[in-house]
């Protein structure tokens, strides 16, 4: 069974949104019928589908709004029509907290959609920043399943020449995390269930690095209840786009293997054009690869873990 947990799709209406604002190479592959055909490819058999960066916000707050209630709807619709292949995560107007968390309460609450997707930055405030704790209150309050995807960075890229995903995005969401940790939003929302893009960026590579600041400086050590390895260690890390042995190896030592999620970021994976195995890198987990293919998604989408032991 190999389920994939980061996997971009979108309606046609948004795809052609997406034509008019700078990003990333692929849009025109984001809709549902060339995810689907990718899915059979490489053998795949179901899929948690999220939007991802930029959004919906490109300067008009009701626009905004809108465009997530239209997604959100539709992937209500694809989550209906076929449960057993696809969850979804929802789209939050952002920055507008008011209206994400009212976006929030109807994507979870009525639709029944599977968790959300967040940033790394909200209009430059990172993942940890207070003012968006009612936001995460909220998602707490619920258990969610959050997806933090990395965001355009609120700078500008210091190496300009190279597209942003290729240094900028990791950094983004080891920002990230290290604002969760060390603003005490991990012990303050202890009940989301977070997933990190891309193996965590820097994350598990730095990790010894990060958890050093407890003994530098005594004033972050009383900020939070464990240590730095806690938190690194109870979060999920997808393997999208860092399906590579060092990138498996770094997670490996700061989280258990149940931890460490399948993914793919269709459709920014480059990966062999005939098919078949999308990670051959994979094969050296050995016995675990089950659990990072298949298996480990239950804990986030707990459908899927029934879909496993079927």
Do not use: C
């Not at 700078?22 to 795949?44: C, D, N, S, V």
């Not at 619920?142 to 700078?155: C, D, I, S």
């Not at 965590?200 to 590579?205: E, K, N, Q, V």
């Not at 209840?225 to 690194?232: F, I, N, S, T």
């Amino acid at each position: 069974m190999r389920i994939d947990a980061h996997l971009h799709v979108a309606p046609e209406e948004y795809v052609a949104v997406l034509a008019k604002v700078p990003g990333p190479p692929g849009t025109p592959e984001f809709t549902l019928p060339h995810a689907e055909a990718f899915m059979r490819r490489y053998e795949i058999d179901a899929a948690v589908i999220s939007t991802g960066p930029p959004g919906v916000f490109f300067g008009d707050q009701q626009r905004a709004n809108d465009l997530a209630r239209a997604l959100n709807e539709r992937y209500a619709q694809i989550v209906a029509a076929a449960p057993d292949r696809f969850a979804a995560l929802a789209t939050l107007p952002l920055p507008d907290l008011d209206a994400s968390i009212d976006e929030l309460r109807h994507a979870l609450d009525e639709l029944g959609l599977d968790g959300v997707w967040l940033p790394s930055n909200v209009a430059g405030g990172y993942l940890g920043d207070e003012r968006l704790d009612p936001l995460l209150g909220e998602l707490d309050a619920r258990g969610a399943y959050v997806l933090v995807h990395p965001f355009f960075p609120p700078y500008q890229a210091p190496l300009e020449r190279w597209p942003v995903w290729l240094i900028e995005f990791p950094f983004e969401t080891t920002r990230a995390i290290v604002n969760l940790i060390y603003s005490g939003t991990f012990d303050r929302y202890p009940s989301i269930r977070f997933q990190f893009s891309h193996l965590g960026g820097t994350a598990p590579f730095l990790a010894e690095r990060i958890g050093s600041l407890v003994a530098r400086e005594s004033r972050f050590r009383a900020a939070i209840a464990h240590e730095p390895a806690h938190y690194l260690g109870r979060v999920w890390y997808d393997t999208a786009l860092a399906n590579a042995p060092a990138g498996l190896a770094a997670a490996a030592q700061v989280a258990a293997g149940e931890r460490i999620v399948f993914g793919t970021d269709w459709p920014y994976a480059a990966l062999p054009e005939e098919g078949g195995d999308p990670a051959p890198a994979l094969a050296g987990l050995g016995s675990a690869r089950a659990g990072v293919d298949g298996a480990n998604i239950g804990a986030l989408v707990p459908r899927f873990q029934a879909k496993e032991e079927d």
